[in-house]
């Protein structure tokens, strides 16, 4: 394994680091099988199964309300469809909504906006036009960004979420 | 046929400290007949609040959380029946006030009004126990007991529109009233 490849140990202990011990999750082609299966099996983490994305971004606002940091890990194509959610319970709601977002699809070392693939190609300007803060994690140095958005999201009650361009190994 | 308000105004009687999450005319109607700092009403979209009281019941294990949804609304949520059934919590009572409208948004029947069998659905979806009530008396005399039982439970309230109470959206999504919310929440 290359040095600057993706780990998902390595995401893992940042998450653990910035005080997550909720994960809401619906499974994701890019980070299921490394990511969120480890997690499922890691008594540190207390994880939630939703039917659809929307519901998640509802129950990291009340677990917020009752004084609790969470994950929501999702697909890039239920980032989209939660956009309503997103909007009036994140954004309006000044809600500190934490998304690890799987970009599938997306071609490895092409940031996302430059992706063919049509999806891909719009999320970080669908987040922009929110005002929501994003962040790419393609390589494994990046996952250095995990703990200071997270703890900028608690300061500010605001969403944001954190795009994983690769497969985690 | 129940009244709503008539409906929290005999809830109002039996509430001890549960945080109460409601949606849309139910929140509209709590807000004046029981105003309490663990009213949350902060939900923000529609078909949301099943979600929010979930994340709350699992954030308070320790503390009861009622949920006064809506038929239409659930309808946009239903999955919601599914992850709070598998999640589990027994502080969680999911009580609908079936009224068969969308009536925050005209009052337009919802699909299939008054033939849907929301029981069905919630048992179906692995709710423990579930309860229906088309009376206030009953209501009124089931619910001590279900403020005690563990749930997940499923109560469907039939109901009706009662009197006509103002509304207040900005209310409703206050962000300083869902701080005053965390705090009380914190304290209590």
């Known amino acids: ?169 | 046929m129940m009244q709503r308000d008539e409906c929290l105004k005999v809830f109002k009687r039996h509430r001890k400290d549960e945080i109460v999450v409601a949606v849309y005319m139910a929140a509209q109607e709590m807000t004046h007949i029981m105003p309490n700092d663990l009213n949350y009403t902060f939900t923000g979209a529609m078909g949301q609040g099943s979600s929010h009281a979930l994340g709350l019941a699992l954030g308070r294990p320790d503390k009861r959380v009622v949920l006064f949804d809506g038929d239409g609304s659930l309808l946009m949520n239903l999955g919601s029946l599914v992850t709070i059934a598998n999640a589990a919590p027994k502080n969680y009572i999911h009580c609908l006030c079936e009224n068969g409208t969308y009536e925050t948004n005209g009052s337009v029947p919802i699909p299939r009004a008054g033939q849907i069998r929301f029981v069905d659905m919630a048992k179906a979806a692995g709710y423990p126990k579930t309860y229906e009530f088309s009376n206030l008396w009953d209501w009124d005399y089931e619910l001590d007991n279900i403020l005690k039982e563990d749930g997940p439970i499923f109560v469907d309230l039939k109901m009706e529109p009662g009197e006509a109470y103002p509304e207040d959206f900005r209310r409703l999504y206050s962000i300083e009233y869902r701080d005053k919310f965390r705090e009380a929440l914190k304290k209590s």
């Not at chain 1, 790419?136 to 361009?165: C, F, H, N």
């Open chain 1, 1 to 169: 394994m290359a040095d600057s490849e993706l780990k998902a140990e390595d995401i893992i202990r940042e998450i653990k680091k910035a005080g997550i011990h909720f994960v809401v999750a619906l499974p994701d082609r890019v980070t299921s099988h490394h990511l969120l299966k480890t997690i499922m099996r890691d008594p540190d983490f207390k994880v939630v199964q939703v039917c659809k994305e929307d519901e998640g971004i509802s129950i990291c606002s009340g677990l917020f309300a009752a004084g609790h940091r969470s994950l929501m890990m999702m697909q890039y194509t239920g980032l989209l469809d939660s956009v309503n959610s997103l909007r009036g319970v994140a954004v309006e709601g000044q809600n500190p909504v934490c998304m690890l977002v799987g970009l599938l699809g997306k071609e490895p070392g092409v940031a996302p906006t430059q992706s063919k693939k049509y999806g891909v190609k719009i999320i970080e300007p669908v987040l922009d036009a929110m005002g929501i803060e994003h962040h790419w994690v393609e390589e494994s140095g990046d996952t250095q960004k995990i703990v200071p958005a997270i703890e900028k999201a608690y300061a500010s009650t605001r969403p944001m979420a954190v795009l994983i361009g690769r497969e985690p190994k």
